[in-house]
C-alpha cells in the first residue's frame, strides 16, 4: 500500500518518479494492479527492472471505466460454496481477463472441487468434484486471501501447509496468531514456521461449548468464519461484525438474501 500510494502520485510530481525496492517483493500483483490502472488512465509507469519501477511526469486524462467487482470478496461466496453440499451460485461484474491478482483464488479453488464458469456479466460457480487430501499453497502473491482458505480446508477436514504469510503479521492484525487462536476455539490445532508458514496436520481438540470469533477489528476474520455456519449445527457467533463495513458493508444483508439466519445478540 506504501508502494501504491507513491506510485499513484509519480505522474504529477515535476521530475516523476523512481522506486527502488529492497529486500523480498511480495504482494506484488497488487503494485501490478496499481501499475495497470494508472496506465489505463494515461500514466507511463512501468517496472525498468525486477526491483525498480519508473513513473514519468505524464498527468492522468479522463477516460470512461468499468469497476470490476471485487475478487477477494468473491472468494468468501466460493467458501460458501465448498463448504455447501451442493451450490450454483452467480456472481456479477468480474472479468476473465482480471487486474486482480486475487483472481487467482478461483484456480486454488478448483482444486477444492469448485469450478468457475465465466458469462458476459461475471461468473457462475459450482461445487462438482472431491475435495482432496491435503492442499499446498504459497501465498506471497495472495495474502488477502489466506484466511479464507485456512478456514474453509479446516472446516473441511483437510490438512493443509500454506507459505508465503510473512506479510499477515503486519496487515489489520496478526493474521497467523488471530487464526492459530479462533480457529483452537473451534477444535482445530494450528502450527506456524518462521512467521510465515501456516499449516494444519488434523490435531484436533475438545472445541469450546460456546465459542464466540473476535475478529481483531479485521475484517477478514469476520468474513472468513461466518461461513462456518454452513458445517455447524450451532452455528457461528462472531464478535463486532460491523468491521465488514471496511471491505464489504453488505455482507450480512447478502448472506440472510442467500438463506443464512442472522441475528444480533447482546455480548
Given amino acids: 500500500q506504501y508502494i501504491s500510494a507513491l506510485l499513484m502520485i509519480g505522474p504529477v510530481l515535476k521530475d516523476g518518479l523512481t522506486l527502488h525496492l529492497t529486500g523480498e517483493i511480495i504482494s506484488r500483483p497488487y ?13 507511463k509507469a512501468a517496472w525498468t527492472s525486477p526491483s525498480s519501477i519508473s513513473v514519468a511526469p505524464q498527468p492522468y486524462q479522463s ?3 468499468t469497476v470490476e467487482s471485487d475478487w477477494s470478496a468473491a472468494s468468501y461466496w466460493y467458501q460458501i460454496a465448498a463448504l455447501s453440499p451442493e451450490a450454483e451460485i452467480e456472481l456479477l461484474g468480474l472479468f476473465r481477463n482480471s487486474y486482480q491478482g486475487d483472481s487467482r483464488g478461483a484456480e486454488v479453488f478448483s482444486r477444492l472441487g469448485i469450478t468457475t464458469e465465466f458469462t458476459p456479466q461475471g461468473i457462475k460457480i459450482k461445487k462438482t468434484g472431491k475435495a482432496p487430501e491435503r492442499l499446498e499453497e504459497d501465498f506471497v502473491d495472495i495474502p488477502d486471501l489466506a484466511q479464507t482458505f485456512v478456514v474453509t480446508c479446516a472446516l473441511l477436514n483437510i490438512p493443509f501447509r500454506f507459505t508465503g504469510l510473512q506479510s499477515l503479521k503486519i496487515k489489520e492484525t496478526d493474521r497467523i496468531e488471530a487464526l492459530k487462536t479462533e480457529l483452537r476455539k473451534l477444535g482445530y490445532v494450528l502450527t506456524d514456521r518462521n512467521d510465515s508458514i501456516l499449516e494444519w496436520n488434523g490435531e484436533r481438540r475438545e472445541p469450546e461449548s460456546h465459542p464466540v470469533i473476535a475478529t481483531y477489528e479485521d475484517h477478514r476474520m469476520a468474513l472468513s468464519f461466518a461461513p462456518a455456519a454452513l458445517v455447524r ?5 462472531i464478535a463486532h461484525p460491523q ?8 455482507y450480512w444483508e447478502d448472506l440472510k438474501a442467500a438463506g443464512f439466519s442472522i441475528r444480533e445478540s447482546a455480548l
Wanted: proline share 10%.
Fill in 31 to 43: 503494485i501490478n494492479l496499481t501499475l495497470q490502472l494508472m496506465q489505463d488512465f494515461g500514466a
Fill in 63 to 65: 477516460v470512461p471505466f
Fill in 233 to 237: 449445527p450451532e452455528g457461528i457467533e
Fill in 243 to 250: 468491521v465488514v463495513s471496511k471491505s464489504y458493508p453488505h
